[in-house]
């Protein structure tokens, strides 16, 4: 790989479509272990001025669900847990029927059909929802969109019960659980749980671009501050390491053979463990997921096979560069390249 090319190519990318003294993004790519290119453009917090590094932390949304399933699969392997336990052993709070139907694998592959719990959510500017809360919708529902098990449909109400389940099961809060478990032990030193009132390193803040193309700051919402389904801040850097303990033995992958779903409609495209993944013509996988939430949108690539690690983050939401000019770029370096088309499309499936 040229990796001269490599760099031109992605600071031409970040160059084009992120201004300097605006909000902006920052970009890993690695493989084989080795980090090919990393580096930042724009701002992170207007406020400050600081501007955007590989190190700056960003909130991942959806991208924090595969740290979500890691802890269950932490305290699967540990035999705390089994997949196949349902909602009722934990929660007896939830209606007997969907209690006793609905299991642990079912929410880690987006098939319990469990309501979404934004729909019972007004937005409002003074309150943050709390996993509790969301507890509470899911078990005053006494009805499913569908039987668990036999449909998928992306589930921001499962990983917030799989993150009460960590607690649970652990005895202790999910935030120190992910410390103590996944973040010091990895040496991601910049990486944590959102907690409202203490204070994320290196944060970036998080904006938006209403009619006319004006910048606001769109840092927090109403539904940012549920555990298991979105509020992670860490960045590109750290993530590295994140990945690089996923591409050990045996990392997230017995897991991944066990728990995941096909998705409706993409005859190879499967979600499993935080992760949508389709199958390479070599038997490989790739492996990805966004996020996009108030402010943040995110985009992370795997392919196992080759070691490859691609990581963009930025804090502008809806972020269209994530999900076009990017992946065209990737189509020059073979290495970088996904062979499936579906990515395009799965990646519109996730907030």
């Known amino acids: 790989m040229n990796l001269h090319s490599l760099a031109n190519a992605f600071d031409e990318h970040l160059a084009n479509n992120y201004t300097p003294d605006g909000p902006g993004a920052a970009l890993l790519v690695s493989v084989a272990g080795e980090e090919l290119y990393a580096s930042g453009r724009g701002i992170a917090d207007l406020a400050t001025g600081e501007p955007i590094k590989p190190e700056t932390t960003f909130r991942l949304a959806s991208v924090s669900k595969q740290f979500t399933a890691m ?8 035999r705390c847990l089994a997949y196949d336990n349902t909602l009722q052993q934990y929660f007896p709070e939830f209606p007997a029927g969907i209690g006793a139907q609905v299991s642990l694998r079912h929410l ?18 003074d309150w943050q929802i709390s ?41 202790i809060a999910y935030a120190d659980f992910l410390q103590q478990r996944i973040f010091t032990p990895l040496g991601m030193e910049t990486s944590m749980l959102y907690q409202k009132g203490k204070a994320i390193p290196k944060r970036a803040m ?23 389904d979105g509020c992670i801040y860490t960045s590109v850097r750290d ?32 979600y499993g463990m935080g992760w949508f993944f389709s199958r390479r013509g070599s038997g490989g996988l790739e492996m990805y997921h966004t996020g996009n939430t108030s402010g ?11 070691d490859v690690l691609i990581a963009c983050f930025s804090n502008t939401a809806d972020n269209p560069y994530l999900m076009t000019g990017f992946l065209d770029v990737l189509e020059h370096f073979p290495v970088l390249h996904t062979e499936s088309g579906l990515i395009r499309d799965l990646l519109q499936l996730t907030r």
């Not at 880690?108 to 500017?125: A, I, N």
């Not at 998080?206 to 298991?228: F, L, M, N, S, W």
Request: proline fraction near 5%; aromatic fraction near 10%; charged fraction near 20%.
């Open 131 to 171: 996993d509790e809360e969301v507890l509470a919708i899911a078990a005053a529902n006494t009805e499913t969109y569908f039987t668990p098990g036999t449909q998928y449909r992306y589930s921001n109400t499962g990983f917030v019960l799989l993150a009460l389940v960590v607690e649970r099961v652990s005895g």
């Open 206 to 228: 998080g904006y938006a671009r209403i009619e006319g193309g004006k910048i606001v700051q769109a840092d927090q919402g109403t539904c940012t501050a549920t555990k298991g």
């Open 239 to 270: 993530y590295l390491r994140w990945h690089q303990a996923l591409s050990k033995q045996p990392g997230m992958a017995p897991a991944l053979e066990q728990v995941y779903a096909p998705i409706g409609g993409y005859e190879n495209g499967f």
């Open 71 to 78: 802890c269950i699969q932490l305290l699967e392997q540990e």
């Open 296 to 306: 943040f949108s995110n985009l992370v690539i795997r392919i196992p096979e080759n």
């Open 108 to 125: 880690l592959s987006h098939t319990s059909g469990l309501l979404d719990y934004e729909e019972f959510v007004e937005e409002r500017p």
